[in-house]
């Protein structure tokens, strides 16, 4: 292994981390109010049938996944895979409601709650209002309390960073409670796969197979400078987490003002056709983000970077709240289309897309609109 390290390796152990992460949420709560709906593959989404083929998944039940049915699939998928589940469109007004229940019993045994999303969330109980010492103590009584008191289950990680406990919260599913101790840490992330790294997208998997980069281990072999150099701050990261560091502390619930994506590329992009393709890749990351995060958004920026540097951004404010990939890139492309940059010379550093305006999001179905006002900034 390589001796390039320029950055100092800093590794917080004093803190105890659990991530709850509620199993089958939407799924569960349906199953729990009606029960005649256990045991069959269950899909919380608008029936095909009903929408023309559009819609998402917003999750599925264990007897759906068996059949490949995930969230973010296109209801229609989710009907060829298994046309016999059922559908329910859901109530996130409803699931909101529960989720404040599922808060509420975090809230007996800490205050140092960062909430991911209805169904997961990180807490610090390093100090706790129990005067408890064991974590892992702490998240077997959260697991017992949701259950006996909301009759749903939920699976927990717990270990010393964020990163670790996400990871844990995931490895036995439903129900499982996994424990990532400061000397385990480095063990259990050898034997994992690249694109289990949070961080890690399918746009880069790639490029680290190249690289010969398949599992924890290899990535470990790689050089920090390498690392930043190919993959720039994520690479940095990436450098720390493979050896079980990742600071980041717990942070309390604030409201999200934006969602967005942008890639400094590095080789400029030369024709239009790789901006609409870089377009159209950023909308889908974004889209990915607010549907996992339950948000959409009314306002769509552009922001387009050029080998001289000089950033320019437009924004379209439209009448309806969108978190399709398809209406992204839509507005994101019309927003290229109008933006004063010679398309047939192109020369771009960086793109950018975000959606700001944010609301929760209903999965409703939405219609595209044939124009919308703009409203436009521009900065040199």
Not at 232 to 247: D, E, F, Q, T, W
């Amino acid at each position: 292994m390589g001796n390039d390290l320029r950055f100092p390796l800093n590794n917080d152990l004093s803190r105890k981390i659990i991530h709850i992460d509620m199993d089958a949420f939407y799924a569960s709560i349906e199953e729990r109010d009606h029960p005649e709906l256990k045991h069959h593959p269950l899909v919380i989404a608008k029936h095909p049938k009903d929408t023309g083929g559009r819609g998402v998944v917003t999750t599925a039940n264990y007897e759906a996944r068996k059949y490949g049915i995930h969230s973010a699939m296109s209801a229609q998928k989710a009907y060829e895979l298994c046309p016999k589940a059922n559908f329910v469109s859901g109530n996130r007004s409803y699931y909101a409601e529960v989720s404040k229940e599922i808060q509420r019993i975090f809230h007996r045994y800490t205050d140092c709650i960062e909430p991911l999303s209805l169904d997961e969330a990180y807490l610090d109980v390093t100090e706790n209002k129990l005067e408890i010492k064991s974590a892992i103590k702490i998240a077997r009584m959260i697991q017992r309390d949701i259950w006996q008191e909301i009759q749903l289950t939920c699976s927990a990680g717990v270990s010393y960073n964020k990163f670790l406990a996400k990871l844990a919260s995931d490895f036995e599913k439903p129900k499982g409670l996994t424990v990532i101790l400061p000397g385990e840490a480095e063990v259990f992330l050898a034997e994992l796969p690249i694109e289990d790294f949070y961080g890690v997208g399918k746009k880069t998997v790639p490029r680290m197979h190249e690289l010969g980069i398949y599992t924890g281990r290899d990535l470990k072999n790689i050089e920090e400078m390498t690392l930043i150099k190919e993959f720039g701050k994520m690479g940095y990261s990436l450098y720390r987490k493979v050896r079980g560091i990742h600071n980041a502390p717990v942070m309390p619930e604030r409201d999200r003002k934006s969602v967005g994506r942008e890639n400094t590329f590095r080789y400029k992009l030369l024709s239009e056709e790789d901006v609409i393709k870089e377009l159209r890749e950023l909308s889908e990351d974004v889209s990915r983000s607010l549907k996992k995060e339950q948000l959409k958004g009314q306002t769509v920026v552009l922001k387009v970077r050029n080998d001289d540097f000089d950033t320019k951004t437009r924004r379209i404010t439209i009448s309806e709240y969108i978190e399709d990939q398809e209406l992204i890139f839509f507005y994101a492309k019309k927003l290229w289309d109008d933006m004063e940059v010679d398309h047939q010379d192109v020369s771009i550093r960086l793109l950018g897309i975000t959606l700001t305006n944010l609301e929760t999001i209903d999965y409703e179905v939405l219609s595209l609109p044939l124009w919308e006002k703009t409203e436009s900034d521009q900065k040199g």
